[in-house]
């Protein structure tokens, strides 16, 4: 089982400089059409795992819990968004081991996070839960993450092409009225994973 002794370990601080054009990266990766994201206006509310991917990542390779990742899976998330990012925002995110645990065999480590703009505007709380399938610990952790990982796979500058089959155009907010509801259908290309791999920093091999 991995050590318990580690609930409450503290990770450094990372900062992350917000740009708009790795919002409309994001935005093309994720097939979202929003013009506010286009514009460079504000990013997506889930681009909050584009700032946060490094801080989790380096939990996750850390050697002290030396969790198996080869077993490991994404289990529980939960992020509560207090305000979105913006084009020139430095954001700091930090986060903690907030528990570990074994059930039924499996290791769970939750991890807890939060994210705050230039003047202590906080603007995420996240919560992410790693499940280590069949417990135990890797015997030979890696302390960091190597290589050169390539981001540029989108051509930026315009909103990806129509791929939504059978949806209207995208309604405004204000247009949108409490009881409404939406059916989407999106179809997925074969490269759509590589896409959103390269735009978020998430490089887990199911999406490449």
């Not at 529980?76 to 979105?84: A, K």
């Not at 759509?192 to 091999?205: E, V």
Request: glycine share 10%; aromatic share 12%; hydrophobic share 40%.
């Amino acid at each position: 089982m991995i050590d318990p002794r580690f609930v409450g370990k503290l990770y450094d601080p990372i900062r992350y400089q917000v740009g708009a054009e790795k919002i409309r990266e994001y935005a093309g990766a994720t097939l979202d059409r929003c013009p506010r994201y286009w514009d460079g206006e504000i990013a997506p509310p889930m681009f909050a795992v584009v700032y946060s991917a490094r801080l989790f990542l380096n939990m996750l390779f850390d050697p002290d819990l030396a969790m198996d990742l080869g077993r490991v899976v994404h289990g529980e998330q939960s992020f509560e968004f207090l305000d979105l990012a913006r084009p020139g925002d430095e954001i700091v995110s930090d986060g903690r081991v907030a528990k570990i645990f074994e059930k039924r065999g499996n290791d769970f480590v939750v991890f807890e996070s939060s994210a705050r703009r230039q003047g202590g505007e906080e603007l995420l709380r996240a919560r992410w839960t790693f499940v280590v399938r069949g417990g135990g610990v890797d015997p030979a952790p890696t302390a960091e993450i190597s290589g050169d990982m390539a981001r540029d796979w989108l051509v930026p500058g315009q909103p990806p092409p129509d791929l939504l089959t059978g949806a209207p155009a995208p309604r405004r907010v204000s247009e949108v009225q409490e009881g409404d509801r939406f059916e989407l259908e999106r179809f997925v290309d074969r490269y759509r994973p590589i896409l959103y791999a390269g735009a978020s920093g998430d490089f887990n091999p199911i999406h490449i």
